[in-house]
């Protein structure tokens, strides 16, 4: 059986190799941009097969990102990529300016082809200051960011019930962790879900 690894391999570099659609090879959603276990890598090592930064240009299926150690990167986006900006997103939904991870397989020139890119994607964890039926102020260190509810995408996980998009159950000084989509330059996040323990 192929795997999507070699599929991409094969996209990038053979040409004439058919690619299927991300959704058939298994589309990565956004926990598992945080979830997933790296591949073996030396301790101390970078990781050949991720990058991460800010888009500065983008020239066909190619964006150049500049990672925050100021190293650039090239990453290739084909057929079989999954991209997610909240949800599952089209290639053009990329924009300069925004921040990304991205794995995938890195190519004998350098550039990466991208398994999963996961554009302007936080997780971070406080206690709730405030709430309304289309806002989360979120005290995280100390700093507010605010978390606005997306009419039919935000959803809430209260321990281990299932996901669940009636966000009234949270309170003012709870604990959460909110997996979400920030607004380039601001404070500001998109929630796809909001996880309590409690």
């Not at 299927?20 to 276990?37: I, K, R, Y």
């Not at 888009?55 to 990672?67: E, M, Y």
Request: with cysteine; glycine share 10%.
């Amino acid at each position: 059986m192929t795997t999507r690894r070699q599929m991409l391999r094969s996209a990038v570099l053979g040409g004439g190799a058919s690619v299927v659609a991300a959704t058939a090879l298994g589309s990565l959603g956004a926990e598992a941009a945080f979830g997933a276990a790296p591949p073996q890598v030396e301790p101390g090592t970078p990781d050949p097969d991720f990058a991460e930064g800010r888009i500065r240009s983008i020239k066909d299926n190619v964006l150049l990102v500049l990672g925050s150690n100021m190293v650039f990167h090239n990453i290739r986006v084909v057929d079989g990529t999954s991209l997610w900006k909240l949800g599952p997103v089209a290639f053009d939904q990329a924009k300069p300016g925004d921040g990304l991870y991205a794995r995938g397989v890195r190519m004998p020139d350098g550039v990466l082809a991208a398994e999963s890119v996961w554009l302007n994607i936080v997780n971070i964890k406080g206690h709730v200051s405030n709430i309304t039926s289309e806002k989360i102020h979120l005290d995280h260190n100390g700093k507010d960011v605010l978390c606005h509810v997306v009419p039919g995408r935000s959803v809430a996980v209260l321990s281990d019930a299932p996901p669940s998009s009636d966000l009234s159950t949270l309170r003012v000084g709870q604990h959460v962790q909110i997996l979400g989509a920030w607004r380039p330059d601001t404070n500001e996040v998109d929630i796809a879900t909001v996880f309590s323990p409690h």
